[in-house]
């Protein structure tokens, strides 16, 4: 290990952690909050029009960029999950106030704000950044080398010597920590966007490799999507979904590129510009229902995207306690009392499950393993909580060679120890 630190960046999704290794070790980086220090960064902007700012635009970062869009949110624009357009070539830019938003610009600004709060400790002096990424990047059809070069472009000049290292393996290297025995282990890292899986071989503590990988496979679905299926039941239904439009004398089903949109947290606050309000203004006058495209105008122009992340985040949450949940918005003249059980919503993420499956499927068939060669499995990142992700791990591995931990902040956790070893490019992707 060098006595250099070497930073470790998990640039996630939901959430964003940032730690620091030496020779003692690997330490999380703390986020000064309004109410608290924390190492979790939410993965998040809001830009709001202030003439005394330089081009007429404030922003904020986190869990202040949440603070600001809660004090005014009309005249706000939220931005959260950008992480997932980044291998997207349908995604040029963000209108924001006008203004035109590259992924790299979007992302060197959370990343300057980001340091701005860590008290100096992600002002340089890292002769090394292992930034994590994904298996595979979330999207219909991800451009993995168009992504590359938007982290390149965003994270250049954060430090001397950038490694992109797979997400899972740096958890790998967190959880190496927490054992003493050899072991094959299978990492599964649930995030907002992406389900990534690493089958890595740990040795013993004192081994010159203590971390060898063996194969990896990732699917673009995670989190996010199941909070995608919770909208499309709940939500869609009362915005016309499933709905009509008059053109001229025929009658045609509403495109289902709206509510795709609207359901992707990455996309439903950029639907609040000029051009797509005039477009939802022009289909709301052909409507067979024009009320339902009023509501989810309402919601758009009411900047409501945070609010019912929170409520869809929250019924969520509530169902991986309990058996049954209430599901409860308000806003934009849209008003949803629901009560939810855990089955109705398993059923709803029941096709992603399979997918996800069959990502691990992969995992082990690169590996040329079966399940019972596998030690253990350390599942990570914070859908990995959802009871139906995890039982899927129980039935096909057992209970007892299941390892949880460290959800939001493994990953950084290990991609900073990854940096710290004599070479860095034996795990970069």
């Known amino acids: 290990m060098t006595a250099l630190p070497a930073l470790g960046f998990d640039?996630?999704?939901?959430n964003s952690v940032a730690a620091l290794a030496g020779d003692t070790g690997s330490t999380l980086v703390e986020l000064a909050g309004p109410a608290r220090a924390d190492p979790v960064f939410r993965s998040a902007l809001?830009?709001?029009?202030?003439?005394?700012?330089?081009?007429g635009l404030g922003v904020a970062a986190g869990p202040w960029a949440i603070a600001e869009y809660l004090e005014f949110p009309e005249g706000s624009r939220f931005l959260q999950s950008f992480k997932s357009v980044a291998a997207s070539a349908s995604f040029e830019h963000a209108i924001v106030f006008e203004r035109?938003?590259?992924?790299e610009e979007l992302g060197r600004t959370f990343l300057a704000l980001m340091a701005?709060?860590?008290?100096?400790?992600l002002d340089g002096g890292a002769r090394r950044v292992v930034v994590g990424r994904p298996v595979e990047y979330a999207g219909s059809r991800p451009d993995e080398a168009l992504a590359r070069q938007r982290y390149d472009a965003m994270f250049a000049g954060f430090g001397a010597e950038i490694h992109y290292v797979y997400e899972p393996l740096g958890a790998a290297f967190s959880y190496a920590t927490r054992i003493e025995e050899p072991a094959t282990v299978l990492v599964a890292d649930f995030g907002g966007g992406t389900s990534d899986f690493s089958v890595v071989r740990i040795e013993a503590p004192g081994a010159a490799r203590r971390c060898t990988p063996l194969a990896h496979a990732g699917v673009g679905i995670a989190g996010d999507r199941f909070d995608q299926r919770i909208v499309e039941h709940l939500i869609l239904p009362l915005l016309g979904k499933g709905g009509s439009y008059r053109s001229f004398d025929k009658v045609l089903d509403i495109p289902a590129g709206w509510f795709a949109d609207?359901?992707?947290w990455s996309r439903l606050a950029l639907m609040r510009n000029r051009r797509t309000l005039a477009e939802l203004e022009k289909l709301r006058r052909a409507a067979l229902d024009p009320e339902a495209i009023g509501r989810m105008i309402a919601v758009i122009e009411g900047e409501l995207g945070y609010q019912l992340y929170h409520?869809?985040?929250a019924l969520k949450r509530a169902l991986s306690a309990e058996?049954?949940?209430h599901f409860h918005f308000d806003g934009g003249d849209l008003a949803i009392e629901a009560d939810v059980t855990r089955c109705e919503f398993?059923?709803?993420i029941a096709p992603d499950m399979v997918r996800i499956e069959a990502a691990v499927d992969r995992a082990l068939a690169l590996a040329g393993m079966e399940a019972r060669a596998i030690d253990r499995v350390f599942l990570t990142g914070g859908t990995s909580l959802t009871p139906r992700v995890r039982r899927l791990f129980e039935e096909r591995f057992g209970a007892l060679r299941i390892a949880t931990g460290g959800e939001l902040t493994s990953i950084a956790h290990g991609l900073a120890l990854i940096g710290c070893q004599e070479d860095v490019s034996a795990w970069s992707a």
């Open 11 to 14: 640039f996630g999704t939901t």
């Open 46 to 55: 809001c830009f709001w029009q202030d003439e005394a700012e330089r081009g």
């Open 100 to 103: 035109r938003l590259r992924f």
């Open 116 to 121: 701005a709060r860590a008290g100096g400790a």
């Open 262 to 264: 609207f359901s992707d």
């Open 311 to 313: 409520a869809v985040g």
């Open 323 to 325: 058996d049954a949940a």
């Open 346 to 348: 398993e059923a709803w």
